[in-house]
């Protein structure tokens, strides 16, 4: 025992050095910010932070996205992401940065202590497992902005606690699943939880007990409760507000292909696509079509996944042995499902089109996000056909050392290029002169009438840093548009009749002088708003108030979904704290 924990100290230290290797460029420049979805991303953080320090509040609205949102609401916002601690503390980019390099080192540790739950060699499970957060899968993630991906590289850890299967480890598989969703990774809650489920039904089948589903049913009520004080918001927002997704998504088979095995992955500082299929027409197959073998549809980031052709080749390779030698159905099915998925529409009668007739599944973009668990489950198949192979030529030295040399030379080549997609992905410096007015108005974008280029949609960090609020249909906006920009010919001001004024605001909260009269407010209103001083006209896309009972009044965005879901959570950490104190020690519910 020991003697392990000596090995796997090792094996840490290695994980802590990849880590340092891959990540060290985004801190060349510590204070750079980053590119394309990064805009919309880090301003959300902002705004949550600005609620918490500036107004004491917690963050529950967010004014300044098309004129009024909700915040925790937003099924990928990250207000309540354990690491909001680093971003209280420090600069936002900082702790942007502080947790991009602690996700890479546990999605490493994660997937070791997945693959060495099979019993594998030492250094067969440490290369296999580095290559979970290093492939470009996560740069090319942290690349695009898409920083409600970052805990994905907890994904790993469900797939540990579930060979754990006792008590304390459905405890670590509803924690793990919460910190996911509350970090803003609702899409990879969703995808996990589609191959755990699928596990837990082949258990069932194999065993013939019903058993299974329970430990299942456990985990998920558990997750619901601890997480439900963001849960609620977000199926409250969902209910009123529904966004079904239509997008042309899916691998081809070149696409896959260069996904795995081309070097020459990267992220474009633009949002124009045409950019980007105009730069891959030169790649061998690959064509802006709807093809299944040589189309292509967004770009690297919604399709690199970078092996190398050495642990494509071992990745094959692992799947046909194990096939043969090992008959482990759940995890055969569970890779082939989730690679036809990754196909997405470019399959005619795929799974992908049968998920989207159901709910949730239907307001999910990117068939080729699933292809998170194709890798996980390829590392997987890396590492058995790696320790087949030490084992059959275990009396040969020579080739011992080869199989790993290779391995080594292999994972320095995945390793270089998750440092160069790093090293692209914090090009724009910070904003330094820009002056923040005393009140909130709005603007259709941002960029259009200032001299900064953010190289995203419309600027809506910048906006926020000078206190003005982006206002215009965007593409996932489902609230309707209640706002008028200072341009708008039906524009009448933040408040109107003009005899009143606006006497101070937070992000969720407006006070201004009233009398018992019809005022409007430039805001968004939704079910959640209240006030103890005015009543509602609800027929109104904006915040209109009416038999105001002070001279000065409020408005506040309290939705009760809100409070029914943190009660939940409460009574749910007071359970598992209780539950923790009169059982120190998880036995085992299934043999």
């Not at 524009?491 to 992000?507: A, D, L, S």
């Amino acid at each position: 025992m020991e003697a392990q924990r000596n090995k796997d100290k090792y094996t840490y230290l290695f994980f802590l050095l990849t880590t340092f290797i891959v990540c060290l460029p985004i801190f060349f420049n510590p204070m750079n910010l980053g590119i394309n979805d990064f805009d919309y991303n880090f301003f959300q953080i902002s705004v949550a932070k600005e609620s918490i320090l500036k107004f004491g509040e917690f963050p529950l609205w967010n004014p300044y996205d098309q004129g009024g949102v909700p915040l925790l609401g937003t099924s990928f916002s990250r207000v309540l992401n354990p690491f909001m601690i680093f971003y209280l503390i420090f600069p936002a980019i900082i702790a942007l940065k502080i947790e991009i390099f602690i996700m890479v080192f546990l999605g490493q540790l994660g997937s070791y202590l997945f693959l060495k739950t099979y019993k594998f060699d030492q250094v067969v499970a440490t290369l296999s497992a580095s290559l979970f957060s290093l492939s470009s899968y996560f740069a090319l993630n942290v690349a695009q902005g898409h920083h409600e991906f970052i805990p994905g590289m907890l994904i790993p850890f469900l797939f540990y606690f579930y060979r754990q299967n006792d008590l304390k480890n459905i405890l670590g598989t509803a924690v793990t699943l919460s910190w996911m969703f509350l970090g803003g990774a609702v899409y990879l809650v969703v995808i996990s939880m589609t191959t755990i489920g699928m596990f837990h039904l082949f258990r069932v089948i194999k065993r013939r007990s019903i058993l299974e589903l329970k430990v299942l049913v456990a985990t998920l009520a558990l997750f619901m409760g601890i997480s439900a004080i963001k849960l609620f918001p977000v199926l409250d927002y969902m209910s009123q507000f529904p966004r079904v997704i239509h997008d042309f998504s899916g691998w081809s088979v070149a696409s896959m292909i260069h996904s795995l095995i081309n070097p020459d992955q990267y992220v474009l500082a633009t949002t124009n696509m045409e950019k980007f299929y105009e730069a891959i027409k030169e790649l061998t197959w690959l064509s802006n079509s709807t093809s299944v073998y040589t189309g292509i549809d967004h770009g690297w980031d919604e399709n690199g996944v970078f092996l190398g052709i050495g642990f494509s080749l071992l990745m094959i390779f692992g799947f046909i042995i194990n096939l043969y030698h090992e008959p482990r159905k759940s995890i055969h099915v569970a890779f082939i499902l989730n690679l036809l998925i990754c196909f997405g529409d470019r399959l005619a009668y795929g799974p992908w089109k049968l998920m989207k007739l159901f709910p949730i599944f239907e307001s999910m973009r990117h068939a080729t996000r699933f292809r998170v668990i194709f890798l996980i489950l390829g590392c997987y198949y890396i590492a058995y056909g790696l320790n087949y192979l030490v084992k059959r030529f275990k009396h040969s030295q020579t080739v011992h050392y080869t199989l790993i040399a290779f391995c080594f030379i292999n994972l320095f080549s995945v390793i270089y290029v998750s440092n160069r997609i790093f090293s692209q992905s914090f090009p724009f410096e910070g904003f330094t002169d820009l002056v923040r007015s005393k009140e909130l108005t709005y603007t259709k974008a941002w960029t259009s009438n200032h001299r900064y280029y953010l190289f995203s949609e419309k600027g809506f960090y910048p906006a926020f840093l000078t206190n003005t609020g982006v206002a215009y249909d965007k593409e996932n906006q489902t609230v309707p548009l209640g706002v008028k920009t200072p341009k708008h010919e039906r524009y009448m001001g933040e408040i109107y009749p003009e005899e009143f004024k606006i006497v101070e605001q937070t992000n969720n909260s407006v006070s201004f002088t009233s009398k018992d009269t019809s005022i409007s407010l430039n805001r968004n209103y939704i079910k959640g708003w209240v006030s103890t001083d005015c009543k509602f006209n609800k027929r109104t896309k904006n915040i209109n108030v009416y038999h105001c009972d002070d001279d000065i009044s409020q408005v506040e965005y309290r939705p009760l979904s809100f409070i029914i879901g943190c009660g939940i959570s409460v009574v749910t950490f007071i359970f598992l704290i209780f539950m923790v104190l009169r059982f120190r020690r998880f036995g085992r519910i299934v043999s």
